[in-house]
C-alpha cells in the first residue's frame, strides 16, 4: 500500500491581503494609521503563520509525498482518499476543507495565540509527533457531523457549521417548509439555519439565545442537526408554526423556494460557493454521510 501524502492547506494572512489591496506594504500602513491601527499587529501575525509553515514543513518525512494548496484552489484540487490533510490557520480554515474531504484525517494548525482553536487545536511544535503517528495510524480521531442540502434538480451542497436558505441580500425570503407530520407550512422570513454540533457554538447559538424555548443543541459529535427559522413574519398568507426544531436522517428538513430571484443556499458563511434556490427549487437538508475526521 502506498505510503499516504500530506496536504498542507493554507490561506493569504492579513498581511498578505492587505498588501494585495493596497500595493505596497507604506500604502497599506498609511490606511490603517488613519485609522489608528498599527501596521506591526498584521506583521506579527503574518510572520507567526509563515514560521508554522516552516515548521511543518520540515516535520515532514523527506520520504513522504507533498503538496501545498491553498484556499482559493481548494474547488479545484483532487484529493486522495489516503492523504492526511494539515491546515495552517484559524477554525474557518478547517470548515472551508472539510466540505472537500471524504474521511481523510485532517490535523488543525493553529498559529500564535491570537485566538482559542477549536478546530485547528495543535500548535505547530506538535505537528511532527501528530505526523508520525498518523501515518503509522495511530492517532485519535474525532468524527464531526457534517449537514448537506440537495435540491431536485441534483445539485448537493456540503457544510461543517451549517447551511443558510433564504435570500442573498438577507432580505425577506419567500418558501414553503415542511418537518415531520406538520402539514407543508408557507413563510416569510430573514432566512432558514441548519446547524451541526460544530455550528452550533456559533450562529445557532446566538439565535438560540434570543429564544423563550428551543430546541437543546447537539454536540459536535451528535448525529443530528438544529434548525431555526429567523424572524418569521406572520400574516394571512405565512405562518409560524415550524420555526425550530431536531433534524436527523429519518426526519429531513423540506424547503421550497417561491423566491423569482435572489434564492440561495450557501454552506458555513461562503456567499460565493452558493445553490442557486430560485422559485419551484426544493431542497432536502439533513446530516450528510461524510463526518470531518478531526486528528485531536
Request: charged fraction near 25%.
Amino acid at each position: 500500500m502506498a505510503t499516504p501524502r500530506i496536504v498542507v492547506v493554507t490561506r493569504p494572512s492579513d498581511y498578505e491581503s492587505l498588501l494585495a489591496r493596497h500595493g505596497t506594504r507604506e500604502q497599506a500602513r498609511f490606511f490603517l494609521s488613519t485609522r489608528g491601527q498599527d501596521i506591526a499587529v498584521a506583521e506579527h501575525g503574518d510572520a507567526e503563520q509563515h514560521a508554522a509553515e516552516a515548521v511543518i514543513s520540515r516535520a515532514i518525512p523527506s520520504q513522504v509525498r507533498r503538496s501545498n494548496v491553498t484556499r482559493s484552489d481548494l474547488s479545484r484540487f483532487l484529493f486522495e482518499p489516503d492523504d492526511i490533510v494539515v491546515c495552517i490557520g484559524q477554525d474557518g480554515l478547517v470548515a472551508n476543507v472539510a466540505k472537500y474531504l471524504a474521511g481523510q484525517l485532517v490535523i488543525g494548525i493553529l498559529p500564535g495565540k491570537r485566538t482559542d482553536g477549536v478546530l485547528a487545536r495543535h500548535e505547530a511544535a506538535a505537528a511532527r509527533g501528530l505526523l508520525a503517528t498518523a501515518l503509522a495510524g495511530k492517532v485519535k480521531v474525532e468524527e464531526r457531523t457534517m449537514v448537506e442540502a440537495v435540491t431536485d434538480d441534483g445539485v448537493r451542497l456540503l457544510a461543517l457549521n451549517e447551511i443558510f436558505a433564504g435570500h442573498r441580500t438577507h432580505q425577506s425570503a419567500r418558501y414553503r417548509v415542511r418537518k415531520d407530520d406538520v402539514v407543508e407550512e408557507r413563510q416569510s422570513s430573514s432566512g432558514v439555519i441548519v446547524a451541526t454540533g460544530t455550528g452550533a457554538t456559533g450562529w445557532a447559538r446566538s439565535i438560540s439565545l434570543g429564544r423563550i424555548a428551543c430546541p437543546e443543541l447537539p454536540k459536535p459529535c451528535d448525529p443530528g442537526l438544529v434548525f431555526f427559522v429567523r424572524e418569521a413574519f406572520p400574516s394571512g398568507t405565512t405562518g409560524t408554526k415550524v420555526v425550530a426544531g431536531l433534524v436527523d436522517g429519518a426526519s429531513p428538513l423540506a424547503l421550497v423556494s417561491e423566491m423569482n430571484e435572489g434564492g440561495t443556499i450557501f454552506g458555513d458563511g461562503i456567499e460565493d460557493d452558493a445553490v442557486d434556490f430560485r422559485w419551484g427549487l426544493s431542497a432536502t437538508i439533513r446530516p450528510a454521510k461524510e463526518r470531518l475526521r478531526l486528528v485531536i
